[in-house]
């Protein structure tokens, strides 16, 4: 029998249908959830988590993994054909392009490559550049991939300038622009990482007396980010170029430590984030591998007296700052196998709700590692996980700063609330208010003092506003002398 709906029948399913659909839109927090990856590496997470890049264990081929597909080899390996290689795979921001080192079509030497979905590989070399040529049985490796996945770094051999300025050289290898040497800026150097579409280059570059140092390569020209005579390197950069990471001398510790350097009208500043408790000065180290997109989460690892069977990866967050990967899941709920250590964390999603890695299962050498993903759950990873109510923190004026800069808030109904600054490793250094403030826009100036009226060094403070229902947020502020 066909039914003819009344006016008031329509407009109620109208109405069960809109409901209906609010429910399913809305957002529910989920339990962590940790998928393993096996006798694994991965490298490199695409921005939402969804693809990860790595090496496999063994023959160390590139390998890229869903949760559709799981593990999948590449291809073109080099340790398959002539028994060695080298390099990190990387992974695009869609999660469509995997960069590698890979063997060249005729299986003769290793090269640079980019594998597409649905395409496969393509390789940079050959032929081989004018400068270039055959070292190690390679011609090049390959270390980074642009966000874009349009654009690879790493070095190519150049056998002929070994006395001169080195024989390994920093490049990039475009799918649209094909091959570019970079500047040289000492000696041997090589790139590790690049900005969104490709136009700034981080790695290290060599010493006369063969020490790396982080160096960033930009606009034709080169800059050595840090000299102080240890091997320090530059690990990544942000997609829009402005923030590097990796590592630094601490010269106040004596400590390899986890650092940052953000751009400045002039130049870099650096931001030294230090290493976890127990970290044997002189020997022990940390560094950072990946950030997340608006700077609120950062993973690497820490070796605490420079053995390779003495590592854990680390987390650092702006309210924490650094811990280590086992108390930070622990506090987000994620349940490991008893006795599995962390060694590395080596990638984060844009959001920070993503975190790859790899460790192994108790202490028994020889290690068998395991890699792992660890999705957490909307809220958990971010320093500010209850966001205000009633109150809007605006953007200091001006930023960067010298000495004093404005802080302002609105307030849409009397309330409790703090205002503190904080520094890059997450150490409150000013208390700026602290009690009622009425309905209204409220101006706070700080005067780059800390709470005993001494003046505070120059680099990234964060003004952090914290409501009485629990609810905070952040500024990101630039101290610049």
């Known amino acids: 029998m066909r039914r003819i709906l009344t006016s008031q029948t329509r407009v109620l399913l109208s109405i069960v249908s809109v409901c209906v659909a609010l429910v399913t839109a809305m957002p529910t927090a989920a339990a962590p959830v940790i998928e393993w990856l096996g006798e694994n590496f991965p490298f490199d997470v695409n921005a939402d988590g969804t693809a990860v890049a790595g090496n496999t264990a063994g023959y160390f081929d590139a390998f890229r993994w869903t949760r559709e597909t799981g593990v999948v080899e590449l291809g073109m390996s080099t340790s398959r054909t002539i028994g060695g290689g080298a390099g990190t795979p990387d992974i695009s921001d869609d999660g469509l392009r995997v960069s590698a080192t890979v063997i060249t079509p005729d ?3 290793t090269t640079q490559g980019i594998w597409t979905k649905g395409i496969g590989w393509e390789v940079s070399m050959p032929p081989i550049p004018p400068t270039g040529g055959v070292m190690d049985n390679g011609l090049s490796s ?11 770094t790493g070095f190519y051999w150049r056998p002929g300038f070994a006395q001169i300025d080195g024989s390994a050289h920093t490049n990039t290898w475009s799918l649209i622009d094909g091959f570019t040497a970079l500047q040289t800026p000492l000696r041997n150097c090589r790139g590790n990482d690049l900005s969104y579409d490709g136009s700034v280059v981080v790695g290290w570059s060599e010493r006369q007396d063969g020490i790396w140092c982080p160096t960033v390569w930009e606009n034709g020209g080169v800059a050595v980010l840090h000299d102080q005579g240890v091997f320090t390197t530059a690990e990544g950069v942000s997609n829009d170029g402005n923030t590097i990471w990796g590592t630094a001398q601490d010269t106040l510790s ?3 430590s986890a650092a940052l350097w953000l751009r400045t009208e002039a130049g870099w500043d650096e931001q030294i984030l230090g290493v976890l408790p127990g970290t044997f000065p002189g020997s022990g180290s940390a560094k950072c591998e990946d950030r997340s997109e608006n700077g609120s989460l950062i993973v690497g690892y820490n070796t605490f007296d420079g053995s390779p069977y003495n590592n854990t990866g680390f987390v650092w967050t702006l309210n924490e700052g650094m811990v280590s990967a086992a108390d930070f899941f622990a506090s987000r709920g994620v349940v490991l196998p008893a006795g599995f250590i962390i060694d590395n ?5 844009h959001s920070g709700n993503v975190i790859v890695g790899f460790g192994h299962p108790g202490a028994v050498y020889p290690y068998v590692y395991d890699g792992f993903v660890i999705t957490l759950d909307d809220t958990s990873p971010v320093p500010d996980v209850i966001g205000l109510r009633g109150m809007t923190l605006e953007p200091n004026y001006p930023n960067p700063f010298n000495p004093t800069t404005m802080i302002a808030l609105s307030v849409e109904n009397t309330q409790s609330i703090k205002l503190q600054i904080f520094n890059a490793r997450g150490q409150m250094v000013r208390q700026l208010h602290s009690g009622e403030l009425t309905v209204g826009r409220h101006e706070m100036t700080w005067n780059g003092q800390d709470g005993s009226g001494r003046p505070v060094a120059s ?5 952090r506003v914290s409501g009485e229902d629990g609810g905070t947020e952040s500024q990101r502020m630039m101290l610049v002398k």
Do not use: E, I, R
């Open 107 to 109: 299986t003769l030497y």
């Open 142 to 152: 390959c270390w980074g991939l642009s966000g874009d996945g349009t654009t690879l």
């Open 254 to 256: 004596n400590q390899k």
């Open 345 to 349: 964390l080596t990638a984060v999603s």
């Open 459 to 463: 680099g990234v403070y964060f003004a």
